[in-house]
């Protein structure tokens, strides 16, 4: 049977994840309160991101922006997108 959560990022209940789908604290937060349909929501626009800047993901930097990106789409974005498009690269 899986397992429900009240998903703040859609706004409602839906199926949780199978388990925490990223490290620490941030993770235990996602398996918490993110659907599987939001994490898979997210999962996608991290591949535009990484397409799109080319973003090289052995790079600390890159990283760090594909983090503060997941966390702004799942719990800040209140089902808008929060990127804005840029004509460079977010890191260098």
């Known amino acids: 049977m899986s397992r ?35 994490w898979d929501g997210w999962v996608r626009r991290q591949t535009m991101l990484v397409n799109e800047y080319r ?17 702004q789409f799942l719990f800040e974005s209140e089902g808008e997108s929060p990127i804005q498009p840029h004509s460079s690269s977010p890191c260098g």
Request: with cysteine.
């Open 55 to 71: 973003l090289n993901v052995t790079d600390a930097s890159a990283r760090q922006f594909l983090a503060e990106q997941m966390q």
């Open 4 to 38: 429900t959560v009240r998903c703040v990022r859609l706004g409602k209940e839906a199926r949780g994840l199978d388990f925490p789908p990223y490290p620490g604290e941030m993770g235990k937060r996602i398996y918490e309160n993110i659907s599987k349909e939001a």
